[in-house]
Nanobody, 125 residues
Framework: QVQLVESGGGLVQPGGSLRLSCAAS????????IGWFRQAPGKERERVSC????????FTDDSVKGRFTISRDNAKNVAYLQMTNVKPEDSGVYFC??????????????????WGQGTQVTVSS
């Protein structure tokens, strides 16, 4: 059974940092493209950043470019989202998703094979 578990969320002050983790089990992470998405209350889920299965190509949304970095450790079956200089508008539930492909389209859609349950990030002073 495939399972994705996000962790690392919490309350952080503006300008602070967090590192989110997405631990995968039941699959080999190296065969999958990874996506990080977020959803604020009352808003649609939106993309944050995506990485191809080889990590040679990544995409980061303009809203977080220069502040967030996606990475992966295939040996540990874990994906990461390093968040720096966070802003209140970064608050929301963060989800990781996997698609069995070399490079996924970094958009919401049915092409993602697996989703985690999400981890809450709150940016507030």
């Amino acid at each position: 059974q495939v399972q994705l578990v996000e962790s690392g969320g919490g309350l952080v002050q503006p300008g602070g940092s967090l590192r989110l983790s997405c631990a995968a089990s039941g699959i080999s992470l190296g065969a999958y493209a990874i996506g990080w998405f977020r959803q604020a209350p009352g808003k649609e889920r939106e993309r944050v950043s995506c990485s191809g299965s080889t990590e040679k190509s990544t995409f980061t949304d303009d809203s977080v470019k220069g502040r967030f970095t996606i990475s992966r450790d295939n040996a540990k079956n874990v994906a990461y989202l390093q968040m720096t200089n966070v802003k209140p508008e970064d608050s929301g539930v963060y989800f990781c998703a996997l698609e069995r492909t070399v490079q996924a389209q970094c958009v919401m859609g049915p092409h993602w094979d697996y989703w985690g349950q999400g981890t809450q990030v709150t940016v507030s002073s």
